[in-house]
Structures are given as C-alpha cells and as structure tokens.
C-alpha cells in the first residue's frame, strides 16, 4: 500500500476539526442576526433615547457598544451618521430599549431598518 497516495487527504482530515476549533476560540464580532440595522439619526442620553432611521429606542448609559474592532466603546461616542446594528427588547411598558448595539461598516447599508441578517 503506497501511504503518500492516502498521506494528503489525511492530512486534511485532521486540518477540519482544528479549523472549526480555532473559528470558535476567537470572539464573534457580531450576532448571527440583527433584526434592526440602520444609520442614527440622533443620540439623547440625558432622556434615554436614541433615534435610528426615524425609530425612536430607549437605551441607558449601560448600554454596550461593540466597535468594528470588537473593543467595548461607551455609549457617549455614537455619533449621528454612524450604520448601526440591534436587536431590541421590549420593556413592560411597550416601549423599546436597546441593551447592546454593534457598528456596522458603512458598505453593509440596505437602506433602512428592520428585519435584515448581516451581510457576511
């Protein structure tokens, strides 16, 4: 039996499972899904809201902001203009509120928020 025939695809055989290892050792950047993406058009911390595409979302100085570097951002530094993603929780009284937003690439726009996955 010539082993160099079998040697190659053995090799692969065992490179499989330690790549989907190593995918799993680093952090996600963001969720599988985010129901809402779009751009903000207003930040208010004092009355706890932010508005995104028209949409009105409560949100608190608690509330994470993951970079496109994955480094943890205060909520102080959103800015109006920046293509964000969410996804939001309704409170008891109906409204809104948003407890952890990720910033988008600006090429990943699709005009609008709502139901969308992330473009990979």
């Not at 690439?105 to 996955?117: M, Y």
């Amino acid at each position: 039996m010539n082993m160099q025939k079998y040697l190659p695809a053995v090799a692969l055989s065992l490179l499989i499972p330690i790549s989907g290892l190593a995918r799993d050792a680093f952090p996600r950047i963001t969720p599988d899904r985010l129901e809402i993406q779009g751009t903000v058009n207003a930040v208010n911390l004092q009355d706890g809201f932010i508005v995104v595409d028209d949409w009105t979302y409560g949100i608190s100085r608690n509330t994470r902001i993951h970079s496109r570097q994955a480094k943890a951002m205060s909520v102080d530094k959103l800015k109006v203009g920046t293509y964000i993603g969410f996804n939001p929780e309704r409170g008891d009284s109906g409204r809104r509120y948003v407890h952890e937003i990720w910033i988008l690439p600006p090429d990943s726009s699709r005009g609008g928020s709502g139901p969308q996955p992330i473009p990979r």
